[in-house]
């Protein structure tokens, strides 16, 4: 991918160098705070790392809660990134430790999110380098398409795999996201770990918020 601007990397450190808090989880779309701001989500399978990549994101430690057990994550959380934008922090799709009428009851939360909110101006959608896209991250793709969503694939858990691993995962994840319409023709790769990839996924975000 082209690299950011020094301009565009300086607006997103200081985005996130400002203040960001938790606002409130949302079990049910009547629930949604207002829409009036923009709002970026963070969709995966359970477990690719969304709470560490958020946490890496606004550099604290414990903003999303981070977990070892898959399914963690049981509503839309919101945080607010100083007035200017939510981030949005969707349930982990795919495998969850919980029962099937639960699970059901998150994934139709966030299929509505994703297919109704006027705010939404992008879905980062987080994919584990180690393994590339599945099934599962081919379906929310579609759903994203037919709700003209605008998606940008993140690669997490970089720094796992070896070098010529990663690039054949880069690829192929590439090609799948090109046979989709409403994904963003770039890939950003990062490792909440080692923070590659964090200052250009800050850069992509901020330039959402004014695209002008």
Not at 78 to 105: R, S, T
């Amino acid at each position: 991918m082209s690299a950011p601007s020094a301009e565009a990397l300086e607006a997103g450190r200081v985005l996130f160098s400002g203040p960001c808090s938790f606002v409130k989880s949302v079990v049910a779309l009547g629930d949604l705070p207002p829409a009036d701001r923009p709002e970026i989500c963070v969709a995966g399978r359970s477990n690719v790392g969304k709470s560490s990549l958020l946490n890496a994101l606004t550099g604290r430690r414990a903003l999303a809660r981070t977990s070892t057990t898959p399914g963690r994550t049981q509503a839309l959380n919101y945080f607010d990134l100083g007035g200017a934008l939510y981030l949005v922090d969707l349930p982990g799709y795919g495998f969850a430790k919980a029962p099937k009428k639960l699970v059901a009851e998150w994934q139709a939360l966030m299929r509505g999110y994703l297919s109704g909110r006027a705010a939404l101006r992008r879905a980062c959608l987080l994919i584990d380098s180690r393994h590339g896209p599945k099934p599962v991250d081919e379906e929310i793709m579609a759903l994203l398409d037919k709700a003209a969503v605008s998606f940008q694939i993140v690669l997490t858990k970089a720094d796992k795999p070896a070098s010529a691993a990663l690039e054949r995962v880069r690829e192929a994840t590439l090609a799948a996201a090109a046979r989709h319409p409403a994904a963003h023709p770039e890939l950003l790769v990062t490792s909440a770990r080692t923070g590659h990839g964090i200052a250009e996924m800050r850069a992509a975000i901020a330039a959402l918020i004014d695209p002008a």
